[in-house]
Protein backbone atom coordinates (compact mmCIF):
# COMPACT_ATOMS: atom_id res chain seq x y z
CA UNK A 1 0.00 0.00 0.00
CA UNK A 2 1.35 3.41 -0.82
CA UNK A 3 2.13 5.77 2.08
CA UNK A 4 -0.06 8.87 1.27
CA UNK A 5 -0.07 10.43 4.53
CA UNK A 6 1.43 9.70 7.81
CA UNK A 7 0.49 10.79 11.68
CA UNK A 8 3.17 11.77 14.14
CA UNK A 9 2.99 10.83 17.88
CA UNK A 10 5.20 11.46 20.86
CA UNK A 11 4.27 9.86 23.76
CA UNK A 12 5.89 9.67 27.67
CA UNK A 13 7.94 11.90 29.27
CA UNK A 14 9.17 15.30 27.39
CA UNK A 15 12.86 15.61 26.68
CA UNK A 16 14.81 17.60 24.40
CA UNK A 17 14.82 16.43 20.43
CA UNK A 18 11.65 15.72 20.01
CA UNK A 19 10.59 18.71 17.99
CA UNK A 20 13.82 17.52 15.66
CA UNK A 21 11.93 14.00 15.20
CA UNK A 22 9.06 15.96 14.04
CA UNK A 23 10.61 18.00 11.61
CA UNK A 24 12.75 15.28 10.25
CA UNK A 25 9.97 13.14 9.66
CA UNK A 26 8.17 15.97 8.40
CA UNK A 27 10.38 17.54 5.78
CA UNK A 28 11.48 13.94 4.74
CA UNK A 29 7.63 13.17 3.82
CA UNK A 30 7.21 16.32 1.92
CA UNK A 31 10.13 15.66 -0.19
CA UNK A 32 8.59 12.06 -1.23
CA UNK A 33 4.68 13.95 -1.51
CA UNK A 34 4.03 12.46 1.52
CA UNK A 35 1.65 14.52 3.88
CA UNK A 36 1.79 14.54 7.65
CA UNK A 37 -0.58 15.68 10.37
CA UNK A 38 0.39 15.76 14.10
CA UNK A 39 -1.99 13.31 16.29
CA UNK A 40 -1.92 15.75 19.80
CA UNK A 41 -1.37 13.97 23.23
CA UNK A 42 0.10 11.04 22.35
CA UNK A 43 -2.02 7.80 22.90
CA UNK A 44 -4.75 9.51 24.43
CA UNK A 45 -5.36 10.93 20.95
CA UNK A 46 -4.51 7.97 19.17
CA UNK A 47 -7.23 6.83 21.15
CA UNK A 48 -9.53 9.91 20.82
CA UNK A 49 -8.83 10.60 16.88
CA UNK A 50 -12.37 9.17 15.85
CA UNK A 51 -14.15 12.17 17.93
CA UNK A 52 -11.68 14.98 16.69
CA UNK A 53 -12.71 16.91 13.66
CA UNK A 54 -9.77 18.11 12.50
CA UNK A 55 -5.76 18.13 12.78
CA UNK A 56 -3.32 20.02 12.50
CA UNK A 57 -1.21 19.51 8.74
CA UNK A 58 2.31 19.99 9.12
CA UNK A 59 2.56 22.15 5.86
CA UNK A 60 5.71 24.10 5.15
CA UNK A 61 4.35 26.90 6.93
CA UNK A 62 3.51 25.72 9.61
CA UNK A 63 6.85 23.40 10.41
CA UNK A 64 8.46 26.41 9.95
CA UNK A 65 7.05 27.82 13.25
CA UNK A 66 8.70 24.13 15.20
CA UNK A 67 12.14 25.24 16.25
CA UNK A 68 13.82 22.02 16.53
CA UNK A 69 16.40 23.48 19.84
CA UNK A 70 13.81 23.46 21.56
CA UNK A 71 12.85 20.48 24.35
CA UNK A 72 9.47 19.15 24.58
CA UNK A 73 6.85 18.62 21.93
CA UNK A 74 4.93 20.51 19.46
CA UNK A 75 2.77 17.20 19.38
CA UNK A 76 2.08 17.21 23.09
CA UNK A 77 2.27 14.02 25.45
CA UNK A 78 0.36 11.53 27.79
CA UNK A 79 1.55 8.39 29.55
CA UNK A 80 -1.37 5.96 28.14
CA UNK A 81 -1.17 1.96 27.94
CA UNK A 82 -3.99 1.07 25.15
CA UNK A 83 -3.77 -2.28 26.54
CA UNK A 84 -5.46 -0.68 29.93
CA UNK A 85 -8.04 1.35 28.58
CA UNK A 86 -11.11 -0.69 29.68
CA UNK A 87 -12.75 -0.26 26.39
CA UNK A 88 -12.86 -4.01 24.20
CA UNK A 89 -13.45 -2.15 21.14
CA UNK A 90 -10.17 0.11 21.73
CA UNK A 91 -8.40 -1.26 18.77
CA UNK A 92 -10.65 -1.33 16.16
CA UNK A 93 -11.88 3.16 17.48
CA UNK A 94 -8.52 3.44 17.11
CA UNK A 95 -8.53 1.62 13.48
CA UNK A 96 -11.46 3.66 12.55
CA UNK A 97 -9.83 7.20 13.86
CA UNK A 98 -7.00 6.29 11.42
CA UNK A 99 -9.40 5.49 8.59
CA UNK A 100 -11.42 8.86 9.17
CA UNK A 101 -8.65 10.68 8.66
CA UNK A 102 -7.28 8.71 5.63
CA UNK A 103 -3.67 8.57 8.11
CA UNK A 104 -1.75 5.55 6.50
CA UNK A 105 0.90 5.12 8.87
CA UNK A 106 2.05 6.27 11.89
CA UNK A 107 5.73 7.33 13.26
CA UNK A 108 6.08 7.44 17.28
CA UNK A 109 8.60 8.82 19.32
CA UNK A 110 8.92 7.64 22.67
CA UNK A 111 11.40 5.35 25.59
CA UNK A 112 10.00 1.65 26.44
CA UNK A 113 6.70 1.96 27.51
CA UNK A 114 5.99 4.24 24.40
CA UNK A 115 7.31 1.52 22.53
CA UNK A 116 5.58 -1.14 23.61
CA UNK A 117 2.39 0.24 22.94
CA UNK A 118 3.71 0.48 19.67
CA UNK A 119 4.43 -3.09 19.86
CA UNK A 120 0.80 -3.61 20.51
CA UNK A 121 -0.23 -1.52 17.85
CA UNK A 122 1.79 -3.14 14.96
CA UNK A 123 0.39 -6.69 15.94
CA UNK A 124 -3.15 -5.16 15.67
CA UNK A 125 -1.96 -4.46 11.93
CA UNK A 126 -1.52 -0.92 12.37
CA UNK A 127 1.69 0.57 10.48
CA UNK A 128 4.07 2.27 12.54
CA UNK A 129 7.79 3.07 12.90
CA UNK A 130 9.56 3.86 16.12
CA UNK A 131 11.69 6.57 16.76
CA UNK A 132 13.60 6.15 19.81
CA UNK A 133 13.01 8.82 22.32
CA UNK A 134 14.18 8.56 26.96
CA UNK A 135 16.13 10.85 28.65
CA UNK A 136 16.78 7.91 30.49
CA UNK A 137 18.57 6.28 27.57
CA UNK A 138 18.01 2.52 28.96
CA UNK A 139 16.88 1.32 25.10
CA UNK A 140 19.36 -0.89 23.87
CA UNK A 141 19.87 1.76 21.44
CA UNK A 142 21.30 5.30 21.60
CA UNK A 143 17.65 7.93 22.17
CA UNK A 144 16.75 11.41 21.50
CA UNK A 145 16.65 13.33 24.74
CA UNK A 146 19.55 11.17 25.89
CA UNK A 147 22.30 14.07 25.14
CA UNK A 148 20.09 17.04 26.06
CA UNK A 149 19.61 15.34 29.81
CA UNK A 150 22.97 14.86 30.14
CA UNK A 151 24.00 18.39 29.50
CA UNK A 152 21.54 19.55 31.84
CA UNK A 153 22.67 17.80 34.41
CA UNK A 154 26.30 18.47 33.83
CA UNK A 155 25.29 22.23 34.04
CA UNK A 156 22.99 21.92 36.97
CA UNK A 157 25.69 20.09 38.99
CA UNK A 158 28.61 22.43 37.88
CA UNK A 159 26.55 25.39 38.40
CA UNK A 160 25.85 24.52 42.19
CA UNK A 161 29.38 24.00 42.95
CA UNK A 162 29.49 27.38 43.01
CA UNK A 163 26.89 28.33 45.84
CA UNK A 164 28.42 25.05 47.44
CA UNK A 165 31.53 26.75 47.83
CA UNK A 166 30.81 29.65 49.29
CA UNK A 167 28.99 28.26 51.98
CA UNK A 168 31.47 24.77 52.24
CA UNK A 169 28.88 23.21 51.27
CA UNK A 170 28.15 19.44 50.22
CA UNK A 171 25.78 19.30 47.79
CA UNK A 172 23.58 16.53 46.50
CA UNK A 173 21.39 16.65 42.90
CA UNK A 174 18.94 14.20 42.49
CA UNK A 175 18.26 13.05 38.51
CA UNK A 176 16.07 11.26 36.24
CA UNK A 177 17.08 7.74 34.91
CA UNK A 178 14.36 5.44 36.77
CA UNK A 179 16.23 2.21 37.16
CA UNK A 180 19.15 2.68 35.10
CA UNK A 181 21.86 5.42 35.46
CA UNK A 182 23.23 7.02 32.39
CA UNK A 183 21.75 10.13 32.71
CA UNK A 184 23.36 10.56 36.35
CA UNK A 185 26.44 8.75 35.62
CA UNK A 186 27.38 10.72 32.32
CA UNK A 187 26.13 13.96 33.57
CA UNK A 188 27.96 13.50 36.89
CA UNK A 189 31.07 13.10 34.97
CA UNK A 190 30.29 15.80 33.07
CA UNK A 191 30.72 17.90 35.52
CA UNK A 192 33.24 15.92 36.67
CA UNK A 193 31.27 15.18 40.51
CA UNK A 194 33.14 13.71 43.49
CA UNK A 195 30.23 10.82 43.72
CA UNK A 196 27.77 9.18 41.87
CA UNK A 197 25.63 6.90 42.97
CA UNK A 198 23.54 4.71 40.59
CA UNK A 199 20.74 1.97 40.56
CA UNK A 200 23.38 -0.55 38.89
CA UNK A 201 25.14 -0.66 42.22
CA UNK A 202 24.08 -0.49 45.89
CA UNK A 203 24.97 2.04 47.78
CA UNK A 204 27.37 1.31 50.72
CA UNK A 205 26.67 4.89 52.72
CA UNK A 206 29.96 4.48 55.04
CA UNK A 207 31.89 3.96 51.65
CA UNK A 208 30.28 7.40 50.50
CA UNK A 209 31.21 9.06 53.83
CA UNK A 210 34.61 8.36 54.10
CA UNK A 211 35.25 9.65 50.28
CA UNK A 212 33.38 12.68 51.07
CA UNK A 213 35.28 13.27 54.50
CA UNK A 214 38.72 12.34 52.73
CA UNK A 215 37.95 15.06 49.68
CA UNK A 216 35.86 17.74 51.25
CA UNK A 217 37.91 18.06 54.69
CA UNK A 218 41.11 18.14 52.25
CA UNK A 219 40.06 20.72 50.01
CA UNK A 220 38.55 23.29 52.64
CA UNK A 221 42.13 22.52 54.69
CA UNK A 222 44.42 23.16 51.30
CA UNK A 223 42.23 26.04 50.68
CA UNK A 224 44.23 29.24 51.13
CA UNK A 225 40.18 31.05 52.23
CA UNK A 226 39.63 27.65 53.51
CA UNK A 227 36.51 27.16 50.99
CA UNK A 228 35.75 23.87 49.77
CA UNK A 229 32.45 21.76 48.14
CA UNK A 230 31.62 18.11 47.32
CA UNK A 231 29.01 17.30 44.83
CA UNK A 232 27.52 14.20 44.49
CA UNK A 233 24.81 12.75 41.81
CA UNK A 234 21.92 10.38 42.97
CA UNK A 235 20.03 8.61 40.69
CA UNK A 236 16.75 8.69 41.40
CA UNK A 237 16.30 4.66 41.28
CA UNK A 238 19.38 4.01 43.71
CA UNK A 239 19.06 1.20 46.10
CA UNK A 240 20.62 0.71 49.23
CA UNK A 241 23.11 -1.58 50.60
CA UNK A 242 20.32 -4.26 50.58
CA UNK A 243 19.71 -4.05 47.25
CA UNK A 244 15.89 -2.05 47.96
CA UNK A 245 14.50 1.00 45.98
CA UNK A 246 14.00 4.56 47.45
CA UNK A 247 10.68 4.83 46.65
CA UNK A 248 8.56 7.05 48.49
CA UNK A 249 4.53 5.10 48.95
CA UNK A 250 2.98 8.50 49.54
CA UNK A 251 3.75 9.46 45.59
CA UNK A 252 1.45 6.93 43.60
CA UNK A 253 2.20 5.62 40.47
CA UNK A 254 2.32 6.89 37.11
CA UNK A 255 -0.15 6.05 34.19
CA UNK A 256 1.82 3.60 33.18
CA UNK A 257 1.80 2.06 36.15
CA UNK A 258 5.50 2.23 37.59
CA UNK A 259 6.06 3.55 41.30
CA UNK A 260 7.03 7.11 41.59
CA UNK A 261 10.52 7.24 42.74
CA UNK A 262 10.98 10.53 44.94
CA UNK A 263 13.24 11.42 47.65
CA UNK A 264 16.62 9.58 46.34
CA UNK A 265 18.36 12.89 47.26
CA UNK A 266 17.19 13.37 50.44
CA UNK A 267 17.29 9.96 51.45
CA UNK A 268 21.19 10.29 50.88
CA UNK A 269 21.26 13.39 53.08
CA UNK A 270 19.87 11.86 56.15
CA UNK A 271 22.13 8.83 55.41
CA UNK A 272 25.24 11.28 55.41
CA UNK A 273 23.82 13.65 58.19
CA UNK A 274 23.46 10.61 60.47
CA UNK A 275 26.82 9.14 59.70
CA UNK A 276 28.63 12.85 60.32
CA UNK A 277 26.58 13.65 63.65
CA UNK A 278 28.47 10.54 65.14
CA UNK A 279 32.00 11.40 63.53
CA UNK A 280 33.82 13.12 66.67
CA UNK A 281 36.36 14.21 64.26
CA UNK A 282 34.11 16.30 61.94
CA UNK A 283 33.45 18.71 64.95
CA UNK A 284 37.75 18.74 65.25
CA UNK A 285 38.10 19.70 61.63
CA UNK A 286 35.35 22.01 62.19
CA UNK A 287 37.64 24.18 64.77
CA UNK A 288 40.42 23.21 62.86
CA UNK A 289 39.59 25.46 60.34
CA UNK A 290 38.01 28.44 62.28
CA UNK A 291 33.79 26.74 61.14
CA UNK A 292 32.94 26.16 64.57
CA UNK A 293 30.20 28.05 66.35
CA UNK A 294 28.54 26.02 69.38
CA UNK A 295 25.41 25.47 69.13
CA UNK A 296 25.00 26.92 65.91
CA UNK A 297 27.34 25.76 63.29
CA UNK A 298 29.06 22.40 64.50
CA UNK A 299 28.96 20.21 60.77
CA UNK A 300 29.35 20.97 57.41
CA UNK A 301 25.92 21.26 55.87
CA UNK A 302 24.65 19.21 53.37
CA UNK A 303 21.82 20.50 51.07
CA UNK A 304 19.83 18.15 48.26
CA UNK A 305 18.85 19.82 45.14
CA UNK A 306 16.23 18.20 42.69
CA UNK A 307 16.01 20.22 39.44
CA UNK A 308 13.00 17.66 38.62
CA UNK A 309 11.49 18.77 35.09
CA UNK A 310 14.09 21.81 34.29
CA UNK A 311 16.30 18.86 33.11
CA UNK A 312 13.15 17.60 30.51
CA UNK A 313 13.36 21.36 29.45
CA UNK A 314 14.88 24.14 28.12
CA UNK A 315 17.06 23.87 25.22
CA UNK A 316 17.86 20.37 23.17
CA UNK A 317 21.58 19.58 22.38
CA UNK A 318 22.39 19.84 19.30
CA UNK A 319 23.70 16.41 19.18
CA UNK A 320 19.77 15.41 19.61
CA UNK A 321 18.64 17.91 17.13
CA UNK A 322 21.20 15.79 14.58
CA UNK A 323 19.94 12.22 15.95
CA UNK A 324 16.32 13.71 15.99
CA UNK A 325 15.83 15.22 12.45
CA UNK A 326 17.46 11.34 11.16
CA UNK A 327 15.14 9.40 13.18
CA UNK A 328 12.18 10.98 11.91
CA UNK A 329 13.14 10.95 8.68
CA UNK A 330 14.31 7.36 8.43
CA UNK A 331 11.44 6.01 10.43
CA UNK A 332 9.55 7.75 6.91
CA UNK A 333 11.58 6.21 4.95
CA UNK A 334 10.90 2.98 6.67
CA UNK A 335 6.94 3.44 6.59
CA UNK A 336 7.06 3.98 3.37
CA UNK A 337 9.20 0.39 2.39
CA UNK A 338 6.63 -1.63 4.40
CA UNK A 339 8.95 -1.75 7.93
CA UNK A 340 6.44 -1.51 10.38
CA UNK A 341 7.13 -2.61 14.02
CA UNK A 342 10.89 -1.58 14.29
CA UNK A 343 12.86 1.21 15.71
CA UNK A 344 15.42 3.39 14.00
CA UNK A 345 18.60 2.54 14.99
CA UNK A 346 21.28 5.11 13.27
CA UNK A 347 21.58 6.60 10.02
CA UNK A 348 24.82 6.68 8.62
CA UNK A 349 25.51 7.73 4.80
CA UNK A 350 22.88 6.32 2.65
CA UNK A 351 22.31 3.42 5.39
CA UNK A 352 19.72 3.29 7.66
CA UNK A 353 19.97 0.65 10.59
CA UNK A 354 17.08 -0.73 12.31
CA UNK A 355 15.98 -3.70 14.88
CA UNK A 356 12.54 -5.14 16.37
CA UNK A 357 10.93 -2.71 18.39
CA UNK A 358 10.44 -5.63 21.37
CA UNK A 359 13.99 -6.20 21.10
CA UNK A 360 15.00 -2.43 20.90
CA UNK A 361 12.92 -1.63 24.68
CA UNK A 362 14.53 -4.41 26.85
CA UNK A 363 16.39 -2.29 29.30
CA UNK A 364 20.09 -1.26 28.82
CA UNK A 365 22.03 -0.85 32.31
CA UNK A 366 25.51 1.19 32.73
CA UNK A 367 28.42 -0.79 32.09
CA UNK A 368 30.15 -1.48 35.16
CA UNK A 369 33.64 -2.32 33.27
CA UNK A 370 33.37 1.27 32.50
CA UNK A 371 32.79 2.66 36.22
CA UNK A 372 35.25 0.88 37.35
CA UNK A 373 37.43 2.95 35.10
CA UNK A 374 36.51 6.01 36.53
CA UNK A 375 37.01 4.87 39.78
CA UNK A 376 40.36 3.81 39.22
CA UNK A 377 40.04 8.46 38.51
CA UNK A 378 39.09 8.55 41.99
CA UNK A 379 35.61 9.18 41.54
CA UNK A 380 32.88 7.46 43.86
CA UNK A 381 30.42 5.09 43.36
CA UNK A 382 28.85 3.79 46.69
CA UNK A 383 31.41 0.42 46.59
CA UNK A 384 34.80 -0.62 47.04
CA UNK A 385 36.33 0.53 43.69
CA UNK A 386 36.77 -2.60 41.43
CA UNK A 387 39.72 -3.30 39.42
CA UNK A 388 39.80 -1.85 36.13
CA UNK A 389 41.15 -4.30 33.58
CA UNK A 390 41.56 -2.69 30.20
CA UNK A 391 41.72 -4.82 27.07
CA UNK A 392 43.94 -2.93 24.00
CA UNK A 393 42.28 -3.51 20.99
CA UNK A 394 43.60 -2.67 17.79
CA UNK A 395 40.80 -1.12 15.39
CA UNK A 396 40.18 -2.98 12.20
CA UNK A 397 38.76 -1.60 8.99
CA UNK A 398 36.98 1.95 8.69
CA UNK A 399 36.14 3.81 11.96
CA UNK A 400 32.81 4.53 12.39
CA UNK A 401 31.63 8.34 14.20
CA UNK A 402 28.46 9.37 15.87
CA UNK A 403 29.45 12.39 14.40
Do not use: W
Not at 239 to 251: C, F, L, P, Q
Amino acid sequence: MAIKRIGIITSGGDCGGLNAVIKGATQMAQSMGIETVIIPNGYAGLYNLVDMDKLVVLTPERINLIDADVAGSEAGHSRVKIKKIEDPAKYERIKKGLQKFKIDGLVISGGDDTGSVMVDLAQQGIACVHAPKTMDLDLQSYSVGGDSAINRIAVFTRELKTTGMSHNRIIVLEAFGRYAGHTAFRGGIGAEADCILIPEIPVDFDIVYEHMKRVYTSRVEKSDVKAGTYAIVVSEGITDIKGEHIVDESAGKDAFGHKKLAGAGKYARKQLETIMKNDPEMKEFMKCVGMFVPGVYELPEIREVTPGHLVRSGHTSAFDVNFGKEAGAAAVIMLTKGLAGNTVIKVRGTKIFYKSTAEVIKQRHVDLNTVALYEQLGVCFGRKPAEYKPELVEEKGVIERSL
